[in-house]
């Protein structure tokens, strides 16, 4: 499992950033990031424009030293980019608070446009779509932990990672037991998906025997098979724990995303 969470983000940024409006922006990018891995194109549009809220009331809240949590975004726009230069300033850096809000007001506005939180027959989402804003939310995000993070930098890439690539529903934690809650999963299948789950740390050969619900002769064939130098899929580390590797986790992401899902 993930060996940061959500909270590591949150106590990295806050203070000086608002608890509220940075949990907020967690949840609508992990929601992004883990419907774009699931291939659910549609709530990208809509939930790029929840995250655009949320970062533009952060960027406003610490530009304008005034907390505002319900502020819209337009009105934030209009106080940061200060087109009559008559606001006082205190983003730490004027050139990313006014790259980031317009970006920002870039997405907000192709969400809009689009239809997304409308019904419109025409409208149809789509992979494109859905990565245009993927991608511009990844670096309003990665601008914000660039001025704002303030414990070890070398972790931020890390903790979006494992939060982003690890957890999903599919895989239940009850105390001392990991559970794959499909009952349609392959032994091979059923693998990928803990050591998926388990992120850097993996498994030892003794948990994912425990954690299989197949018979322990099916858990040796799928380590072999995915450990070998056909499949490199999965990679026995140092201290005799399992975990993934690229070419698995791309594997788990492009074949098995449907089983992603209860």
């Known amino acids: 499992m993930p060996s940061f969470s959500k909270a590591d983000l949150i106590n990295g940024l806050c ?10 922006l967690l949840d609508e990018f992990l929601s992004i990031e883990k419907r774009f891995i699931q291939r659910d194109w549609e709530p990208a549009t809509l939930d790029g424009g929840q995250f655009c809220e949320a ?23 209009d106080y940061i980019e200060d087109q009559n230069n008559s606001n006082i300033h205190h983003y730490p850096d004027r050139k990313s608070s006014l790259h980031t809000i317009r970006v920002i007001k870039s997405v907000y506005k192709f969400r809009s446009d689009r ?10 989402a789509n992979h494109i779509d859905s990565r245009m804003v ?6 309003i995000l990665s601008e914000i932990l660039r001025i704002f993070w303030q414990n070890d930098r070398a972790k931020i ?10 957890d999903f529903p599919i895989i239940g934690n009850y105390e ?27 498994y030892s050969r003794k948990q994912l025997g425990e954690y299989i619900q197949k018979d322990n002769a ?17 990679i026995k580390l140092n201290n005799g724990n399992y975990r993934l590797t690229d ?3 791309l594997r788990v992401q492009k074949e098995l995303y449907n089983k992603l899902k209860l």
């Open 15 to 24: 203070p000086p950033l608002d608890k509220t409006l940075v949990n907020q």
């Open 176 to 202: 001392d037991k990991i559970l794959v809650h499909r009952t349609d999963c392959s032994a091979e299948e059923e693998l990928l998906l803990l050591l998926h789950f388990a992120g850097i740390e993996g």
């Open 247 to 249: 070419p698995g986790i």
């Open 115 to 124: 239809g997304a939180v409308h019904i419109d027959p025409v409208y149809t």
């Open 157 to 166: 890439s890390k903790i979006i990672k494992e939060i982003v690539q690890y």
């Open 55 to 77: 970062a533009s009331r952060i960027i406003n809240h610490i530009d304008s030293n005034n907390l505002n949590l319900r502020k819209g975004v337009s009105s934030c726009v």
């Open 134 to 139: 993927l991608e511009n939310v990844r670096w």
């Open 218 to 234: 099916q858990v040796t064939r799928a380590i072999k098979k995915l450990s070998s130098n056909k499949f490199r899929q999965i």
